[in-house]
């Protein structure tokens, strides 16, 4: 193989492990949610190219708040679906939603926009 | 204190009222205007005087009072007719009004000070995001004209009001999608006007008279092919600026999307382009230094355009929801002071008399004070014909009266309607998840940066084996991958068949409540009815009369005119049944009832009785000669009755609940499907198997106590069946639960029946058959949708890698790959659609 060659097989392979590591194996750490009066556990999420932040941890059973805001206006974000609770909200574009849920067992939940390309967690402890 | 809180905040308790056999509903509301320590007394004291209310208490600190009456004697309304009159408030109209000339935070400022000053306005918030501004009031102290009069002292315009706060979101959320594919358009337009250009002359080797004059190798051809360079920067920047947004955006979120592979597929071959026309000497060979402006500018062009016609055809899959958003009316005529005033629709509050002529709409949910008419439900029931009504039967809000005028009292109005009810329950289920979408979700995750990687992995293969010009082809090879991968047409197969099927069900007087319940609706092999008020009416009605010794006329005159004044359903059906024969009842002497036996008393100097056996032998009278016409009745699970004047007996006169018209059409269209019918019963086993016989249902549970229902459903679960259970909704509700599809059987404006997974608004079992009709049609239609999305990118991607060149010698051209992609999206869409074409009697069986 000539030297070009190596050059470019070599770069394509760091090219790949570099897409691997950024978009697979680097985790956020999440936001814990705040507790507030009434026993509402609270967190604010930006919606914008994804969910900020896109981990949020809370404590099972206790209710929890989750308010979105979205301020784009990609057709794909104007809903949130937490598929596991059976929730969904319409995102109108600088409103602020709150989507209420009870997570009565601790684990993962995930929840996304309808077609899957936002996608953010929450971590029921 | 001035209380500034004022809304209807409680509703009834549901639980309590299905409960109790004593009825009792419990509700709170907001009182506005209590400002002192003497005014929780003074509302109480009102409270308390309207009949029917058992306790009040009320909360000076909250603004709340707790109210707990009997529903028989009182309305909500009546409660709050009795705190307006004490002086008090109670509800408060909320509204959005849309301002025309809204710029700044300053505007923000003067808009909502001018509307703070008026007085009975509670709030105003406005925003230069919605361009709108909030506004909370309360309606007896000022109207929607004041509001938009003080919006104009402060210099400003109310755009054309929406209706009912319901709609907002989604006409918000459209003026914002028509906005979007506008500026898409302009986009495509600049994009494809600048292409044609860019296409001539990026192959003039293919066009005689270029390829003399600017031949390979000279400077002519560099120097167009700089300015197409030039020409094609704007497209890239404004027209594909969306691409470059949205990778930004997600790479900040370590996600990629459609986006990032457009955008990196088109920078790359925009970068390359400028490496062949700048430093053309960097190629070893004058081949390779050759120019994609064209791919550039023509894969903008292709994909904007895709994305604009998604744009309309995701509009056009909440059609549905948008025409029961559309039937919400937008004035009413309120009478109030004795006079009729129109009002917006925003401001008609619980206890208003409403006056509706014939054309008018039906503003909100209410029950006839006086006056009948025809009414058109078609839009919320499905039922196609005009339903007569009169005092005392339940209106819906958005249904078109026909014929005659009447006056309402409103019971429901707003947010509680059973059209607003509607409306959120369908939205949220077209927002909710099928369960075959997990498919989609464990891939969709991968997929983006899985075709990053190939299209790496094609670009090395190409340059370490391919064939000469390397650099050319693997650059193509790159950018094709890049660009024919089509996440969107993944993420889009499942929610846009569900929200047309969804849709499509509300159109038709079925509420499907989620994408999960759409799902388990098709895998059904097995329906189990409840009988009564599912498949039979759940009133009795006169069925026969047999007459020995007598005419049935004077047999069934005889009985009704002695029933006449009784309350009981039984001698209630024997009346109705006889007005519906026209005959001439007469008055009843000394009625009277003989209890556990049957009813007496004289009519026209004749003694006459009508009950049982037990009372006719009691007094001595034979019935030998009717045992047995009493005996095949009882058997067909009719109550039969003797009637006997001055110690003779007449005849017979039967009442049954008798089948609704198309329960026997329903079943057989359920059986037709495959579908085993069983029927569930808490009547005893003879008038069960009578039904049973009349609807064609082999399979009966009888004598099943209401708390058995359930376990009977999961009896026949354990029996390895997908079961789905029709009942009331109240006294089902635990079956309905426990089967794996509940259809709820509606009840008027009550819509929202917790326990089903469907309910049928239309209280006809053919709404079961259309459910599993549209739900077979929407999974059949998810199904094509995935596999075309699957399959598109399962074999465009390879393709596009250049699967086929050592073969075929195909390889694909970056300008078909973006059609191809952006078509594969539109497709997905346009075959949801589809479904909008859905007929429920063509498909059912």
Redesign the interface.
């Known amino acids: 193989?000539t030297a070009d060659?190596w050059l470019?097989?070599v770069l394509?392979?760091s090219?790949?492990a570099f897409?691997?590591w950024?978009?697979?194996l680097?985790r956020?750490a999440g936001a814990r949610a705040a507790e507030v009066s009434g026993g509402y556990q609270e967190a604010m999420i930006l919606v914008?190219?994804?969910?900020?932040p896109?981990t949020i941890i809370v404590r099972h059973g206790k209710p929890v708040r989750l308010n979105f805001r979205r301020e784009?206006?990609?057709?794909?974000s104007?809903?949130v679906?937490f598929?596991d609770f059976?929730k969904?909200?319409?995102l109108?574009?600088?409103?602020t939603v709150a989507v209420e849920f009870f997570p009565k067992e601790p684990g993962e939940y995930?929840f996304?926009c309808?077609?899957?390309?936002?996608?953010g967690r929450l971590i029921v402890e | 204190m001035t209380e500034t809180k004022l809304r209807l905040a409680g509703r009834s308790d549901e639980g309590e009222r299905a409960g109790a056999p004593a009825k009792s509903e419990h509700i709170t509301l907001r009182i506005g205007g209590m400002t002192c320590a003497h005014c929780p007394p003074a509302v109480e004291k009102a409270l308390l005087a309207v009949l029917g209310v058992r306790h009040a208490r009320v909360n000076l600190a909250t603004g709340n009072a707790h109210v707990g009456f009997d529903p028989a004697a009182a309305k909500v309304a009546d409660l709050v007719q009795a705190i307006r009159r004490a002086g008090y408030a109670c509800g408060t109209a909320k509204t959005r009004l849309p301002i025309a000339n809204m710029h700044c935070s300053s505007c923000v400022l003067r808009i909502e000070l001018e509307l703070k000053m008026m007085p009975g306005v509670v709030k105003a918030e406005a925003?230069t995001?919605?361009n709108a501004v909030d506004i909370e009031y309360q309606p007896e102290r000022t109207s929607m004209d004041a509001l938009k009069a003080a919006i104009g002292r402060a210099g400003y315009r109310v755009s054309e009001p929406k209706h009912a706060a319901d709609a907002?979101?989604?006409s918000?959320?459209e003026a914002?999608?028509a906005?979007?594919y506008d500026l898409l358009m302009r986009k495509f337009w600049f994009a494809a006007a600048i292409s044609v250009p860019v296409m001539l002359f990026s192959y003039p080797d293919l066009i005689p008279g270029l390829r003399d004059w600017m031949p390979m190798g000279s400077g002519t051809r560099r120097v167009v092919w700089a300015l197409l360079g030039v020409i094609s920067l704007p497209v890239l920047v404004w027209s594909g600026s969306?691409f470059f947004?949205?990778m930004?955006?997600?790479l900040?979120?370590?996600?990629?999307?459609?986006h990032t592979l457009i955008a990196i597929g088109i920078s790359a071959a925009y970068l390359y382009s400028i490496v062949a026309v700048a430093f053309p000497r960097l190629f070893p060979d004058m081949r390779l230094a050759e120019v994609f402006w064209d791919v550039t500018t023509v894969v903008v062009a292709l994909v904007v355009l895709g994305l604009a016609l998604e744009?309309k055809a995701?509009g056009r899959t909440s059609e549905a929801i948008k025409k029961l958003i559309g039937l919400q009316a937008k004035t009413a005529r309120v009478w109030r002071d004795g006079k009729e005033i129109e009002i917006p629709v925003e401001e008609v509050l619980v206890g208003d008399v409403l006056v509706v002529k014939p054309g008018d709409k039906v503003a909100v949910d209410g029950e006839i004070l006086e006056g009948s008419s025809a009414i058109d439900e078609s839009m919320i029931t499905g039922e196609s014909l005009p339903v007569e009504k009169g005092v005392g039967n339940e209106v819906i809000g958005g249904t078109l009266n026909k014929t005659g005028s009447f006056k309402f009292n409103a019971t429901k109005v707003g947010k509680d309607t059973a059209l607003a009810s509607i409306i959120r329950l369908v939205?949220?289920a077209q927002?909710?998840?099928a369960p075959i979408?997990?498919v989609?979700?464990a891939v969709?995750?991968?997929f983006?940066?899985a075709v990053?990687?190939l299209a790496?992995?094609a670009?090395?293969i190409w340059?370490?084996v391919g064939p000469e010009p390397r650099l050319v082809y693997?650059t193509i090879v790159l950018v094709t991958t890049l660009i024919i991968a089509c996440?969107?047409a993944?993420?889009?197969a499942t929610?846009t068949s569900l929200t047309v099927g969804i849709g499509k069900g509300a159109e038709n007087g079925i509420l499907i409540r989620?994408g999960?319940a759409l799902q388990s609706a098709e895998k059904l092999n097995a329906v189990i009815l409840d009988k009564t008020g599912t498949i039979t009416r759940g009133e009795p009605s006169l069925t026969d009369v047999v007459a020995k010794g007598s005419d049935e006329e004077t047999v069934l005159r005889l009985a009704a005119s002695l029933e006449r004044g009784s309350e009981h359903p039984l001698g209630e059906a024997i009346v109705k049944g006889a007005e519906a024969r026209n005959l001439a009842l007469v008055e009843a002497k000394d009625f009277g009832a003989i209890p556990g036996h049957g009813v007496g008393g004289r009519i026209e100097d004749r003694a006459i009785l009508l009950g049982n056996a037990k009372l006719m032998r009691d007094r001595g009278i034979g019935i030998d000669h009717l045992t047995s016409d009493w005996e095949r009745l009882a058997g067909e699970g009719k109550t039969p009755m003797y009637i006997a004047s001055d110690g003779k007996a007449l005849g017979l006169v039967a009442v049954a609940d008798t089948v609704k018209p198309d329960s026997k059409v329903a079943i057989e269209q359920l059986k037709a499907l495959g579908l085993e019918v069983v029927m569930l019963t808490g009547d005893n086993e003879r008038t069960a198997k009578a039904i049973a016989r009349q609807v064609g249902i082999d399979r009966v549970l009888a004598d099943v106590l209401p708390q058995d229902k359930a376990h009977e459903v999961q009896k026949l679960q354990l029996e390895g069946r997908n079961i789905g259970m029709v009942g009331d909704g109240i006294n089902d509700a635990p079956a309905l639960a426990q089967a794996d599809v509940g259809f709820a059987i509606g009840t008027g404006t009550d819509v929202a029946i917790e326990a089903s997974d469907i309910t049928l608004i239309k209280g006809s079992l053919t709404g079961v058959v259309t459910a599993i009709a549209i739900s077979k049609a929407t999974m059949r239609n998810v199904r094509q949708n995935l596999i075309g999305a699957f399959g598109y990118n399962v074999l465009g991607i390879p393709v596009a890698m250049g699967a086929l060149y050592p073969f075929l010698g195909l390889l694909l051209s970056p300008l078909i790959a973006a059609a191809a992609m952006a078509f594969s999206s539109v497709t997905v869409v346009t075959n949801a659609n589809r479904l909008r074409y859905f007929e429920p009697g063509r498909n059912a069986s």
């Open positions: 193989m060659r470019v097989l394509g392979l090219l790949v897409i691997v950024f978009f697979w680097k956020t914008k190219g994804g969910y900020t896109d784009e206006t990609a057709s794909c104007d809903k679906v598929a059976n969904s909200a319409e109108p574009t600088g409103e995930a996304a309808p077609m899957g390309m936002f996608r | 925003s995001l919605t907002e979101p989604l918000a959320e914002a999608s906005a979007e969306q947004t949205g930004w955006d997600a900040k979120h370590r996600a990629a999307n459609m744009i995701k939205k949220d927002g909710s998840k979408q997990r989609v979700d969709s995750g991968y983006v940066p990053m990687i790496i992995a670009f090395v340059y370490l693997a996440p969107c993944l993420g889009l929610p989620s999960d």
